[in-house]
Nanobody, 116 residues
Framework: QVQLVESGGGLVQPGGSLRLSCAAS????????MSWYRQAPGKERELVAT????????NYAHSVKGRFTISRDTTKNTVYLQMNSLKPEDTAVYYC?????????WGQGTQVTVSS
């Protein structure tokens, strides 16, 4: 079955960096676009970044453009989110998602907290 396992979250000071990973299994990773979402307390889940198959194209939310970079490694079935210049408003649970046949699949999420 489809599994997405995020890791790499934690507590970081404003201006710091983190790299999130999402290990995928149970489907042909190279054939699907992959996305990162986040959900802050009391807010709706929002799209952060998307990468198409083979990494041909990427898209970012306006709030993270120029600070975050999404990438994928087909040899490891893993998608990454490099987050630089982190701000307190980036604090959220970050989720990996794949739009599979007939439904979306989500990971369990990883907490990112940006605070001094």
């Amino acid at each position: 079955q489809v599994q997405l396992v995020e890791s790499g979250g934690g507590l970081v000071q404003p201006g710091g960096s983190l790299r999130l990973s999402c290990a995928a299994s149970g489907f042909t990773f190279r054939r699907y676009d992959m996305s990162w979402y986040r959900q802050a307390p009391g807010k709706e889940r929002e799209l952060v970044a998307t990468i198409t198959i083979a990494g041909i194209a990427t898209n970012y939310a306006h709030s993270v453009k120029g600070r975050f970079t999404i990438s994928r490694d087909t040899t490891k079935n893993t998608v990454y989110l490099q987050m630089n210049s982190l701000k307190p408003e980036d604090t959220a649970v970050y989720y990996c998602k794949v739009a599979g046949p007939g439904r979306d699949y989500w990971g369990q999420g990883t907490q990112v907290t940006v605070s001094s």
